[in-house]
C-alpha cells in the first residue's frame, strides 16, 4: 500500500493568524471597549500584559435558520433507569435531555460570553489605538537613544591627553630593536675586529682607521633611528556604543486632598500608565515609587495609590519634601534617571506656592531628567502661575491642563514630542 | 449534534460534489467473505517507546495495513502528515480543510480551541483526516506511539476505506479534486478582497455562510466536472449567467414568436426551490459577477459536508470499529505489546463513553458509542445469532461477517442505518427510551422504552432523528414578484409544529444582501394552510 509520510511540523504555521485578524478587525470596537475595561482594573505595572477579553456571544453569533422551542418533538435518550411507557415527567428546565432533540445540544453552550486572549502586542496596539497613538511612539524611542563611552582598545590617533605612554614607548623600543638589529650586528663584528687588531697594531694602521670609519658609521647610522616616531604613538581609544540607559525611576506625585474626585484620579492614573508605558520601552529596568500628598505626604504601595480613601486639606511642597528625600536617598541622579509626574487639581495652600517653587527650582529640578505637571482641572489657581514661571526657566519642566479623558493623550503627546516637531 | 463534544478523535472529512470515484479503483477483489488467513507470527512485537520515530510509523503503518488488508478495508493511497498541535488547532478551527479562504468566523473558531485547550477543557482532536486521493491524516506530532498506531487504524484505514466506499461520498464527492478546489476558492476570494476590498467581500461571505445551510442539493446529483474545467467555464459562466437574469427582468414587451416569456399569472419559480444559494446564484438581478462566484463557492463547500453530516454515525462507528478490531488483531498475533494495548484502550473507552441521559455530562448520543455498538452487534448477529435476531434480521443472522458488514457500511446513511440495523439487544444494552415533547402539555412522556413494545417505535424515532430533514427547518424559495418590487418570498414549513429561533429576522437580512431586493418568509403548517407568521425584511440599501 502506498504511503507517503511527510513532516509538516515547520512549514505552515500560523495558517491561522489572517483569520484571527479578521476576527479582532471586525470586533475592534468591542473589544477595544473590553481593553478600556481592562485598563481601569489594571495595576499599572500589570498594564501590558496579555489581555484575556470577552465579548457578548449575541453579538459575535453567526445567524442560522434553526428550530426554536416549542412544537412537537420526539427524541430518544440513552441510560433509562426507571422509566415505562406512559410515565410523565417534569420538563427538565433547559440544559441536557430537555428532550428538545438537536436544538438542546446546538445551544447547549447557551449564551455565554465569548472570551479569549488578546496577545501582549495586539493590546498595545489597541490600548494606543483607543488612546489614537500613533506609531511615532517608536521613533521617539530610536531617537532619545542614549550613548555611552566604552573603552576599546588602542588606537593610532587620538588627543595628548589620551596618550598610552607605556603602551607608545613600548612601540617605540621595539621599532627600534627592529630597525637597528642588522647595524647592530655588523657593529658588533667589526668592533671585535678592532680590538683584534688594537691588540697587534699601535692603532694607525690603514685598515684601522678605516675600520674605525666604518664603525663611525654604523654607530651614525643606528643613531639616526628615532627614539620616538609618529607611527609609535598609541592613543586609549574609546567607542560610543549604544546605551540603553539602563535604569530609570518614575516618581508619581498624586493630590488626594478632598476636592480629587474617582474621575480626577482616573485622569492622572491614566497619565501616569502613559508615562509608565513610555519609560518601559526606553528602559530596561525601571522602578515606581508612588507619593500621595494632602497636607502631609506619604510614599505608599500602587494599590493604595489608587484607591485609599484617605483625604484632607492640601500642601503640595509635603510631596516635594519627600521626593526630595527619597530621590536623594536612593537614587542618585548619576546612576539614574529620574522622571517626575505630577498630578493635581491644583487647589493649593497658597502660602505654599512659593514653597514649592523654590524647592522645585532648587532641589529637585537639578536632578530630573524631566518633570511633567499636568493640572486635571482647568482653573488656573496659585499653583499653576507658580509653576508656569518656573517652566518659563526650566526646558525640562512642562505643564499642562487636562480635564478629560480625550485630552489626556494628547497632553502626554505634547510634554513628550520630539524636538521640533509639530504636535 | 455538536462535532466537538467528542473532541477525543474529531471527525472532520469532506469531499466535493461532483464525481463518484471510478470503479477501477475500487478493490479488485471484492470483500472476503472471511479474513484472509495471517501471515508468520513476528518473532517479537513492535518496539513501543512513547517516543515515536518515523521509522516506527512506518513499521506500525505496514503491520496496520497488512491487517486492513486482510479485512478488506478499500482505502485510497494514504498520506500522513505530522503536524504540530498549533497547526491542528489551525486545521481544526478551518472546518477541517486543509486550505481555506480567509474569514473572520474561522479566526473565532481559533480562538476558541485554543482558550479551551490551553485550559486544558478540551484534549484536541487527535486526529484530522481528509476525504481527498490520496487520503491526508494528520498526526499529531505530541502523540505517543500507541496514539499513532490508533490514529493510523482509525483515519488511515477507518475513514479512508468509508470515504472510498460509502454511497454518498462515492455519488457527491471527487476526492481527487477538492484540494485543488480550496485552492481555487481561496485564491479567487483573495483576489475579490484586493478588488473590492476586504470588508466588502466579508459582508459577502457573511450572508452566504448564514444560508450556507440552505445551499445543499439534496436530491440531484452534480454534474461531473474537475478543475480544470470548473476554472476554464467561469468567465463563461459569469457571462451567460447574466444574460439569464437579463432575461428575466427584461422589460420590453415581448415579441410574439420570438420570446418565450413568462405567462403573467405564473408563479416563479415555478416548483418551489429548496436550493436558496443555487437560486440567488442563478436569478438574483443586482449580482455582480464576482458575487455569483463567491455564492457558488460557499455552496459547493456546503454540499461538500453535506454526505458527512448524514453519516456521522456510520462514519466515526466505522472507524473505531476498525480501529478497534484491527489493533485487537494485531494484539493476538504478536505485533502489539501490553503497553501499547492499554495505552489506545485507555482512549478507546473514553472516546465511546455514553453517559445516561440527566448524568451531568450527558448531551445527546454520542455517535462514536452508538456507531461502534451497532457494527458490532452487526458482527454479533452474523456470528452468535439468538432466536430474536433471526426473526428481526432473517437476512443478516449467520451469514459471514464481513461482507455484511461491508455492505451495511457501503449503502446508508445514518437515518437509514439505524433504521435498518438498530437491533432490540443493542436498544437494551443501552437502555434508550423515548421522550414526547408537546410543547402545549405541562409534561414530557415516554413515549416507548426499551421493552417489546417499544423496540419499532424507538427505532423509528432515532432514525428521524439523524434525518437531516427533520433536523433542519424545511425552508424553501416559495415566490417571486417579479412584476412589482421583485421581492423573494420564501416558506417555512413547519415540522410537527416547531418555530424557527429568533435568528429569523437575521438570517432574512442576510438574504435579502444576497438578493437585493426585499426578502419575506412566511411560517406555514405541515398542511400548507395560511401562514401564521410572517417576516419580512426591507430591500437592502443600494
Known amino acids: ?72 418533538s420526539d427524541t430518544v435518550h440513552p441510560g433509562n433507569s426507571e422509566h415505562v411507557r406512559g410515565d410523565r415527567i417534569a420538563r427538565p428546565q433547559g440544559g441536557a435531555g430537555s428532550g428538545s432533540g438537536s436544538q438542546a445540544s446546538n445551544s447547549g453552550e447557551g449564551d455565554d460570553d465569548f472570551t479569549f486572549t488578546l496577545s501582549k502586542e495586539e493590546f498595545m496596539e489597541l490600548f494606543f489605538e483607543d488612546l489614537a497613538l500613533p506609531r511615532l511612539l517608536r521613533t521617539h524611542i530610536a531617537s532619545t537613544q542614549q550613548y555611552r563611552l566604552r573603552r576599546a582598545g588602542y588606537s593610532h590617533d587620538g588627543t595628548p591627553q589620551n596618550l598610552a605612554l607605556l603602551r607608545t614607548m613600548g612601540g617605540a623600543l621595539g621599532r627600534r630593536i627592529a630597525l637597528t638589529r642588522a647595524p647592530q650586528r655588523e657593529l658588533k663584528q667589526l668592533q671585535a675586529q678592532l680590538e683584534a687588531l688594537l691588540e697587534q697594531d699601535d692603532g694607525t694602521s690603514e685598515p684601522l682607521i678605516e675600520l674605525r670609519q666604518r664603525i663611525e658609521a654604523l654607530q651614525a647610522r643606528i643613531a639616526r633611528v628615532a627614539f620616538l616616531d609618529p607611527i609609535d604613538l598609541r592613543f586609549r581609544s574609546r567607542t560610543r556604543v549604544p546605551d540603553p540607559s539602563n535604569q530609570a525611576v518614575m516618581f508619581c506625585l498624586m493630590d488626594v486632598s478632598g476636592s480629587m474626585d474617582q474621575a480626577r484620579k482616573d485622569l492622572a492614573k491614566r497619565f501616569f500608565i502613559l508615562l509608565y508605558l513610555f519609560l518601559t520601552r526606553h528602559y530596561e529596568k525601571i522602578d515606581i515609587v508612588f507619593i500621595r500628598h494632602h497636607t502631609q505626604a506619604a510614599e505608599v504601595s500602587e494599590d493604595e495609590f489608587f484607591h485609599s480613601q484617605e483625604t484632607g486639606g492640601t500642601m503640595v511642597s509635603s510631596a516635594l519634601v519627600l521626593l526630595d528625600q527619597a530621590m536623594r536617598a536612593r537614587y542618585p541622579a548619576g546612576d539614574w534617571n529620574i522622571y517626575v509626574a505630577q498630578a493635581s487639581d491644583g487647589d493649593n495652600f497658597t502660602d505654599d506656592n512659593a514653597q514649592c517653587a523654590s524647592l522645585l527650582a532648587e532641589r529637585i529640578l537639578p536632578q530630573v531628567r524631566y518633570y511633567a505637571y499636568v493640572q486635571v482641572v482647568q482653573e488656573e489657581q496659585g499653583l499653576w502661575h507658580a509653576y508656569r514661571q518656573l517652566a518659563r526657566q526650566h526646558a525640562h519642566f512642562a505643564l499642562r491642563k487636562a480635564s478629560t479623558a480625550g485630552e489626556i493623550y494628547p497632553v502626554f503627546r505634547d510634554l513628550f514630542k520630539k524636538e521640533g516637531v509639530a504636535v | 449534534m455538536n462535532l466537538s463534544q467528542y473532541p477525543v478523535l474529531a471527525p472532520r472529512a469532506g469531499g466535493q460534489a461532483w464525481r463518484p470515484s471510478p470503479a477501477s479503483e475500487r478493490l479488485a477483489g471484492g470483500v472476503p467473505q472471511a479474513p484472509l488467513p495471517a501471515g508468520q507470527r513476528p518473532a517479537q512485537p513492535l518496539p513501543d517507546p512513547s517516543d515515536w520515530t518515523f521509522e516506527l510509523i512506518e513499521r506500525y503503518h505496514a503491520a496496520i495495513a497488512a491487517t486492513a488488508g486482510r479485512f478488506g478495508l478499500d482505502t485510497y493511497p494514504n498520506q500522513l502528515e505530522v503536524i504540530s498541535a498549533e497547526q491542528m488547532m489551525d486545521a481544526y478551527s478551518s472546518g477541517g480543510m486543509p486550505v481555506g479562504y480567509r474569514h473572520w468566523s474561522y479566526g473565532k473558531d481559533f480562538l476558541a480551541t485554543e482558550r479551551s485547550y490551553r485550559r486544558g477543557h478540551m484534549g484536541l482532536a487527535y486526529e484530522i483526516v481528509i476525504n481527498s486521493n490520496p487520503c491526508i491524516s494528520y498526526l499529531m506530532e505530541e502523540n505517543t506511539t500507541a496514539m499513532q498506531a490508533l490514529v493510523i487504524a482509525h483515519a488511515a484505514y477507518g475513514h479512508n476505506s468509508f470515504f472510498k466506499s460509502n454511497y454518498l461520498f462515492g455519488m457527491w464527492t471527487d476526492a481527487g479534486s477538492i484540494i485543488d478546489y480550496l485552492v481555487y476558492a481561496r485564491d479567487f476570494v483573495a483576489q475579490c478582497e484586493e478588488r473590492h476590498g476586504v470588508e466588502t467581500v466579508e459582508q459577502w461571505l457573511d450572508s452566504c455562510h ?174 452468535e445469532p439468538t432466536d430474536e435476531d433471526r426473526r428481526w434480521f432473517p437476512d443478516l443472522a449467520g451469514t459471514p461477517w464481513l461482507p455484511a458488514l461491508h455492505h451495511a457500511m457501503q449503502n446508508f446513511k445514518d437515518e437509514s442505518f439505524v433504521g435498518q440495523y438498530l437491533s432490540p439487544q443493542l436498544m437494551r444494552d443501552m437502555r434508550l427510551f423515548s421522550i414526547h415533547d408537546d410543547a402545549s402539555q405541562r409534561e414530557l412522556l415516554v413515549s416507548a422504552i426499551h421493552n417489546e413494545e417499544g423496540y419499532r417505535t424507538l427505532r423509528q424515532t432515532l432514525s428521524q432523528q439523524y434525518d437531516l430533514g427533520a433536523r433542519e427547518p ?69
Open chain 2, 474 to 542: 424545511n425552508i424553501q424559495v416559495w415566490n417571486v414578484n417579479l412584476r412589482g418590487d421583485r421581492g423573494l418570498t420564501l416558506r417555512h414549513i413547519r415540522h410537527q409544529g416547531r418555530p424557527l429561533t429568533s435568528d429569523v429576522q437575521e438570517v432574512l437580512k442576510h438574504a435579502a444582501r444576497l438578493w437585493g431586493f426585499g426578502v419575506q418568509l412566511e411560517s406555514v403548517n405541515a398542511d400548507g394552510e395560511t401562514p401564521t407568521l410572517v417576516y419580512a425584511v426591507p430591500a437592502p440599501p443600494a
Open chain 2, 210 to 383: 448564514a444560508l450556507s445551510n440552505l445551499g445543499v442539493d439534496r436530491y440531484r446529483r452534480p454534474s461531473r466536472k474537475n478543475l480544470a474545467r470548473e476554472r476554464a467555464e467561469r468567465e463563461q459562466r459569469e457571462a451567460y449567467a447574466q444574460q439569464q437574469v437579463n432575461e428575466l427582468w427584461r422589460t420590453l414587451p415581448t415579441r410574439p414568436g420570438k420570446d418565450n416569456a413568462l405567462p403573467g399569472n405564473e408563479r416563479f419559480p415555478r416548483e418551489p426551490e429548496e436550493n436558496l444559494l443555487y437560486f440567488v446564484e442563478k436569478n438574483a438581478p443586482l449580482m455582480e459577477p464576482w458575487q455569483r462566484e463567491i455564492v457558488r463557492i460557499v455552496r459547493k463547500i456546503a454540499q461538500y459536508f453535506y454526505p458527512q453530516r448524514q453519516t456521522q454515525v456510520m462514519n466515526e462507528g466505522w472507524a473505531t470499529f476498525w480501529h478497534y478490531t484491527l489493533l485487537n488483531t494485531m494484539y493476538d498475533e504478536g505485533w502489539l505489546t501490553d503497553g501499547v494495548m492499554i495505552e489506545w484502550l485507555s482512549s478507546h473507552t473514553n472516546v465511546i463513553y455514553q453517559p445516561p441521559a440527566g448524568h451531568r455530562a450527558y448531551s445527546g448520543i454520542n455517535p462514536y458509542a452508538l456507531g461502534f455498538a451497532m457494527y458490532r452487534d452487526i458482527r454479533r448477529i452474523c456470528q
Open chain 1, 1 to 72: 500500500m502506498a504511503l507517503h509520510i511527510i513532516d509538516r511540523r515547520l512549514s505552515g504555521k500560523n495558517k491561522s493568524v489572517g483569520n484571527r485578524e479578521r476576527f479582532v478587525r471586525r470586533y475592534k470596537q468591542q473589544i477595544a471597549e473590553a481593553v478600556q475595561r481592562a485598563v481601569g482594573k489594571r495595576e499599572i505595572r500589570h498594564i501590558e500584559q496579555a489581555e484575556t477579553v470577552t465579548i457578548p456571544r449575541k453579538d459575535i453569533r453567526e445567524p442560522l435558520f434553526r428550530h426554536g422551542q416549542g412544537g412537537v
